[in-house]
């Protein structure tokens, strides 16, 4: 029988340190103790900021503000969830276990819901706290672009239809895991003659690499220099401030370099569509081995960020390989 170790994430300190951070690098401030009363949504006051909510404070009383955007992720009993009119799909199972997701994460084009707002399960699969965050990853990115005129609405409807299918999936699997815990093997199971015991760590064994968002791989990669470790998806989806991610796998620099500077000196010309869309993109150039600086490689700069792929991982994730010219 597999053994399995879980460490329990401590979350009783992690909405001070969001409100840290974002006080830190935002300069902004959480406002606590106020709630939602109510939202109307008018188009035509020209401005943009097109939601008008009521919201309430014991002890400062009620205001009126106005957004661009509504973001309801205030839990399984979601205020907004339920003023936008959105029911939520699923069942509820023995020992009040709810699993289910909202029928729509988006609503009205300017309303969204994130977190347990979106889909609630149980707690045996741990995944509750990690599928917010991916939400949040999923959305923060495409909201910007549509505050900031980058992207057109489709792009933030993105949003609800991967988050929405991630979730479904994950309810597909608490669903296992949760009947295993209250003794009720699995058809699939029983045939194999598993006891619910043994049921439960077939099911985690089984779906224990499942990804519930990032969705492309990660590996360590290396700044120049001192060779600073950083994770890819550092890059991809914490430092891209809302612009798109392009990665360029330059593979073995003395297989590579000639065309990495054909490449370079292509994409570098004013005019080209690259170059006009450079402030939508976040460029690193990724390449095996670890030199100096890009000079060191390619007989002039990288393009974008370098990073080091000592270990070849990232590469080999990406099914890029040695000779891939990139």
């Known amino acids: 029988m597999p053994t399995f170790s879980f460490a329990e994430p401590v979350q009783l300190n992690s909405e001070d340190i969001f409100a840290s951070r974002y006080k830190s690098q935002c300069n902004r401030i959480v406002f606590h103790g106020w709630e939602i009363v109510d939202y109307e949504i ?31 992720a205030d839990g399984g009993q979601s205020t907004v969830r339920r003023l936008a009119g959105i029911d939520m799909e ?39 706290m990690n599928t917010g965050v991916h939400d949040a990853t999923n959305l923060v990115w495409k909201l910007a672009g549509a505050l900031k005129g980058w992207y057109e609405p489709e792009t933030l409807a993105t949003y609800a239809t991967e988050r929405r299918a991630a979730a479904l999936k994950l ?12 003794g009720d093997v699995p058809p699939e199971r029983q045939r194999a003659g598993l006891t619910a015991e043994d049921a439960l760590h077939s099911i985690l064994e089984t779906y224990m690499s499942f990804n519930i968002g990032l969705g492309d791989p990660d590996a360590l990669l290396y700044a120049p220099g001192p060779l600073v470790p950083i994770r890819l998806h550092s890059i991809t989806h914490r430092d891209n401030n809302g612009r798109w991610s392009l990665l360029i796998f330059a593979g073995c620099y003395h297989v590579t370099r000639q065309k990495f500077a054909g490449l370079r000196e292509k994409v570098t010309t004013p005019g080209t569509r690259l170059t006009s869309w450079n402030h939508l993109l976040n460029i690193s150039t990724i390449m095996m081995g670890a030199m100096g600086s890009a000079w060191d490689v390619f007989d002039g700069p990288a393009l974008g960020k370098l990073y080091f792929d000592t270990e070849s991982l990232a590469h080999g994730r990406y099914g890029v390989y040695p000779t891939t010219a990139p």
């Open 171 to 182: 309810i597909s699997i608490d669903k296992l895991a949760a009947a295993a815990v209250s």
């Open 90 to 128: 699923g069942n509820e199972t023995t020992y009040s276990v709810k699993q289910k997701v909202a029928a729509t994460l988006q609503k009205d084009e300017y309303i969204l819901l994130g977190g347990d707002a979106g889909h609630t399960h149980s707690s045996v699969f741990a995944q509750g």
């Open 42 to 72: 008018d188009t035509g006051l020209g401005d943009g900021y097109n939601i008008t909510t009521t919201i309430s404070h014991v002890s400062l009383g009620r205001r009126t503000v106005r957004y661009k955007y509504l973001v309801g």
